[in-house]
């Protein structure tokens, strides 16, 4: 019995960015907890990673995908053309203990496209 191909897990530049925003909001936040704080969010996502490679569906559906408002549709259907486009046809979160990844994925490679915070209205920057 062989194991299962696992799936090539990336990041797109927009992933990279909201990291980086990440981290200066925990140190504008509380500059002596900033790098413990950054360093639990780095160990949670090696370990997503990990099992997105494993099981790309394992994230929940999209939930911005059922928005109501028009604005809403419009950027959810150009982030799903962008995934198709792209040949990664599904959406999904990962949720972490404090952060939400939105990611595109088919059943071979995935992409990281954002990273917010639980209390974060909508992911940024995803065109």
């Known amino acids: ?6 799936a090539q897990v990336g990041a797109a530049p927009n992933f990279a960015t909201n990291l980086q925003q990440v981290q200066v909001f925990f140190e ?6 900033a790098a413990e704080r950054m ?9 997503m990673k990990a099992m997105l490679a494993w099981s790309p569906a394992c ?6 995908l059922n928005a ?6 419009v950027k959810a259907a150009s982030v799903v053309q962008l995934a198709t486009q792209a040949g990664l046809p599904y959406l999904r979160e990962y949720v972490l203990a404090q952060h ?28």
Request: aromatic fraction near 4%; glycine fraction near 4%; proline fraction near 2%.
């Open 68 to 73: 109501r408002s028009v604005q809403a549709h």
């Open 1 to 6: 019995m062989s194991l299962p191909v696992r």
């Open 28 to 33: 504008s936040q509380d500059a002596q907890s």
């Open 100 to 127: 939400l990844v939105l990611y595109a994925h088919s059943d071979s490679e995935v992409v990281l496209l954002a990273l917010k915070g639980h209390r974060q209205l909508a992911y940024t920057a995803l065109q």
């Open 39 to 47: 360093a639990r969010l780095k160990a949670e996502l090696r370990e």
């Open 59 to 64: 994230g929940r559906a999209a939930r911005f």
